[in-house]
């Protein structure tokens, strides 16, 4: 198995590729790791730290050939490999691709996967290691470039069905969670590699005006969890920029020079006109990049949960605009929709006649996924068994 994975700079790749390795060996897959960008710079020992892109761009392609023709001898001897590089790269020579397709075609990869996280995060980290020549929207446009990038090259090399985005984020600090030690996001990528029998999902539920203390919130939360256990889920809530969208225009509206905002790793300030600058690319981004998401899985599970009842009336579903199109895009792709459906009131036409099954509640659901064979059941000992 070879993976290719990218993403753009800011994103601490080799650490994260660092824990995939270390779960597939411990899964029974030793699986190697090749940084193109770490061998690049071990081979240019002149070149400081954070600097190789200001290199001439002839200098910087040769070295990169010579790189990769020692990283295909060494993939050739080894079995399960992951090599981290970039599609593209944009600094000051402007935009410009980052492999060579005849070494690409001779790697011959099984899979090409573009990391992906939210960009404040990104952001961060670029301050994090000293990158100050950059704006918000700079890191929009290089994210959007790497996805389509990365995606013409597992098309042109090896076709349709090769080709994944995967959101890097663990919890708020898109690291493994503390107390479990548990990297969900790593722990997807190796299933990608190693269990093809696993069915991929996309999670579809409402994300936005829930609060997080209440009922639904923890409802949601529970359905993703569970979810999880028996599939490949493609997440939309591993990506969460929407939130920049409010911090914007209140800080807009009380005239705020700066936004402040925690990405977990470290709190960063953040001038409110950058953050208004790309609110046009966040829901932009979102909108394409959750079809996408959907188009890359096998189906799409949706939870339509109940508002609690109020003074003005009973138990109202919270179903939101973008589940509805996420289930009728799926549907239009020829994907099975399933939609677990908990609100005392029956759903619409719209949501029935997309859907392949409707359920009352996700142990019902659980229950027929398991019974009509979608869950693959491993034998002991076996990965994620």
């Given at each position: 198995?070879?993976v290719?994975?990218?993403?753009?700079?800011?994103?601490?790749?080799?650490?994260f590729?660092?824990?995939?390795a270390?779960?597939?060996?411990?899964a029974?897959?030793?699986?190697?790791?090749?940084?193109?960008?770490?061998?690049?710079?071990?081979e240019?020992?002149?070149?400081?730290?954070?600097?190789?892109l200001?290199?001439?761009?002839?200098?910087?392609?040769?070295?990169?050939?010579?790189?990769?023709?020692?990283?295909?001898?060494?993939?050739?001897?080894?079995?399960?490999?992951?090599v981290?590089?970039?599609?593209?790269?944009?600094?000051?020579?402007?935009l410009?691709?980052?492999?060579?397709?005849?070494?690409?075609?001779?790697?011959?990869?099984d899979?090409?996967?573009?990391?992906?996280?939210?960009?404040?995060?990104?952001?961060?980290?670029l301050?994090?290691?000293?990158h100050?020549?950059?704006?918000?929207?700079d890191?929009?446009?290089?994210?959007?470039?790497?996805?389509?990038?990365?995606?013409?090259?597992?098309?042109i090399v090896?076709?349709?069905?090769?080709?994944?985005i995967?959101?890097r984020?663990?919890?708020?600090?898109g690291a493994p969670?503390?107390?479990?030690g548990?990297?969900?996001?790593?722990e997807?990528?190796?299933?990608?590699?190693?269990c093809?029998?696993?069915?991929?999902?996309?999670?579809?539920?409402?994300?936005?005006?829930?609060?997080?203390?209440?009922?639904?919130?923890?409802?949601?939360?529970?359905?993703?969890?569970e979810?999880?256990?028996?599939?490949?889920?493609f997440?939309?809530?591993?990506?969460?920029?929407?939130?920049?969208?409010?911090?914007a225009?209140?800080?807009?509206?009380a005239?705020?020079?700066?936004?402040?905002?925690?990405?977990?790793e470290r709190?960063?300030?953040?001038?409110?006109?950058e953050l208004?600058?790309?609110?046009?690319?966040?829901?932009?981004?979102?909108?394409?990049?959750?079809?996408?998401?959907?188009?890359?899985?096998?189906?799409?599970?949706?939870?339509?949960?109940e508002?609690?009842?109020?003074p003005?009336?009973?138990?109202?579903?919270v179903?939101?605009?973008?589940?509805e199109?996420e289930?009728?895009?799926a549907?239009?792709?020829?994907?099975?929709?399933?939609?677990i459906?908990?609100?005392?009131?029956?759903?619409?036409?719209?949501?029935?006649?997309?859907?392949?099954?409707?359920?009352?509640?996700a142990?019902?659901?659980?229950?027929?996924?398991?019974?009509?064979?979608?869950?693959?059941?491993p034998s002991?000992?076996?990965l994620?068994?």
């Open positions: 198995m070879r290719v994975v990218t993403g753009q700079v800011g994103m601490d790749k080799k650490a590729l660092q824990r995939v270390a779960i597939a060996g411990r029974g897959h030793p699986t190697g790791l090749l940084n193109v960008g770490e061998r690049m710079y071990a240019a020992p002149d070149v400081p730290d954070g600097r190789i200001d290199l001439p761009l002839s200098r910087l392609n040769a070295l990169r050939r010579s790189v990769f023709k020692d990283l295909l001898r060494e993939a050739a001897d080894a079995g399960d490999v992951l981290n590089t970039h599609a593209t790269f944009r600094w000051r020579h402007g410009f691709y980052a492999f060579d397709y005849d070494l690409m075609k001779a790697l011959d990869a899979l090409y996967v573009v990391l992906v996280d939210d960009i404040d995060r990104v952001h961060a980290r301050l994090r290691d000293g100050t020549d950059h704006t918000l929207k890191l929009m446009v290089w994210r959007e470039e790497e996805i389509l990038a990365t995606e013409l090259l597992s098309q090896r076709g349709h069905g090769r080709f994944y995967l959101a984020g663990t919890g708020p600090a969670d503390e107390a479990t548990s990297d969900p996001a790593a997807t990528l190796v299933r990608l590699m190693f093809p029998q696993m069915k991929k999902a996309y999670l579809s539920y409402p994300m936005s005006h829930l609060a997080p203390a209440s009922e639904t919130f923890a409802r949601v939360e529970r359905f993703r969890s979810m999880k256990r028996y599939f490949v889920c997440d939309p809530g591993d990506l969460e920029e929407k939130p920049l969208t409010a911090r225009l209140a800080a807009a509206e005239g705020h020079k700066f936004v402040t905002v925690d990405t977990g709190e960063v300030r953040i001038e409110t006109s208004l600058a790309i609110l046009s690319d966040i829901d932009g981004q979102i909108y394409a990049r959750d079809f996408k998401l959907i188009d890359q899985a096998d189906m799409i599970i949706s939870l339509v949960p508002r609690p009842a109020g003005s009336g009973g138990a109202r579903p179903l939101a605009s973008g589940v199109r289930l009728q895009h549907h239009e792709a020829a994907k099975d929709v399933f939609v459906w908990t609100p005392p009131v029956p759903p619409s036409p719209f949501v029935t006649e997309t859907a392949t099954k409707v359920f009352r509640t142990p019902e659901a659980v229950e027929f996924f398991l019974a009509k064979g979608y869950v693959h059941q002991p000992g076996s994620f068994a």
